[in-house]
């Protein structure tokens, strides 16, 4: 039998409210609904839209509680039946960071208020972040802030931090983390993609980092949204190879640290700086 491997097939026959055309937006899937929400395009959408895989059906759950308001390069991430939202652009220039959590089973909404970090303030508004599920705890990276004092205005800064944001069973969070790492992390960027990967068991997993936006000019001329070009490959294993972030855990800590990619042979890639020892988060 041949393999014609996967196949693109564009969906056709659809009803029900069909959302706008945008970008910027975000989507999960809880079993075979697809829920859309947030992202722009001649103003922020703000309905939360839900797509039926199997009766083919757009769809606009009666959701109540603390109804965020429309927000575009948010991040949205989904366990079990729950989606938490965070951060995001609410207004031209104007970024939130704020957290939402939807509980999808009853479509309630609900603002959280975790608390901030052991002697550091919690992650700043900001739009283009990365925001990964992993276990128990979600992991933020980067995204660009906005330091105009004008309400009106866009000062732009790219931001490389990295929290880890603990969760509680089903519902609610417990508070924000600073995890010391160590290695050659990522530089600072917006707009990247990341991703969390484990092995078969789900052991030894690692946050990978692609790609992005980072201020400064290129041959193009692309100013402040020049691409970013430190990445060549997300395969792993190849020169070029995003950075990673390798979580470790035992009884009582979490270790962090940042791995550079490595090459053919197996040795570590020279274009990132080498990994440092691990590092233990407590």
Known sequence: MINKGPIWKRV???AGPVPRARHGHRVV????LVVVFGGGNEGIATNLHVYNSVTKQWFLPAVRGDIPPGCAAHGFVCEGTRILVFGGMVEFGQYTNSLYELQASRWLWKKLKPRPPRNASPPCPRIGHSF???ANKCYLFGGMANDSEDPNGNVPRYLDDFYELELQVQSGVKGWNIPETKGGGPSARESHSSVVYCVKGGSAPKLY???GM???LNSRGLGDFSPISEFKTCQPGFPGAPSAVKITKD???VHITWEPPTSPSGKADSSPPAAEPDT???
Do not use: P
Request: charged share 25%.
């Open 29 to 32: 899937a809880i079993r075979e």
């Open 12 to 14: 056709r026959s659809y």
């Open 132 to 134: 990964t599920l992993h």
């Open 214 to 216: 980072v201020a400064g």
């Open 251 to 253: 009884k009582d800590s």
């Open 209 to 211: 980092i692609f790609g």
């Open 280 to 282: 233990t988060c407590r």
